[in-house]
Nanobody, 123 residues
């Protein structure tokens, strides 16, 4: 199981730190964050390789968000900086089906999902 936390209400330009704690080992599986705003489809935000720590980001968050992982703690993090109102969404963490760091933006490539944590950015 994955447990996401750290969401909240923040003003535009502010920052938040999200955490995703796994009840089991995340090992060398790639991990990712997705988000879903009301009335919109779930979209990819960021992913991180389990083998070399290489990150991948959606264009909309590049330069503002940072994904990291601590495999010893079985935890993945997402630091959100310079937040914008359009970042408002429920943020989900997910574990990829395999260690391969390909097709990372596709929700179907992930088999375990957290329950989500709400991020609200006010203007």
């Amino acid at each position: 199981q994955l447990q996401a936390s750290g969401g909240g209400l923040v003003q535009a330009g502010g920052s938040l730190g999200l955490s995703c704690a796994a009840s089991g080992r995340i090992g060398n599986f790639a991990m990712a964050w997705f988000r879903q705003a009301p009335g919109k489809e779930r979209e990819f935000v960021a992913a991180i390789s389990g083998t070399d720590g290489r990150p991948a980001y959606a264009d909309s968050v590049t330069g503002r968000f940072t994904i990291s992982r601590d495999s010893a703690k079985n935890t993945v993090y997402l630091q959100l900086n310079k937040l914008k109102p359009e970042d408002t969404a429920v943020y989900y963490c997910a574990r990829k089906r395999s260690p391969l760091f390909i097709a990372t933006t596709q929700p179907g490539e992930y088999d375990y999902w957290g329950q989500g944590t709400q991020v609200t950015v006010s203007s």
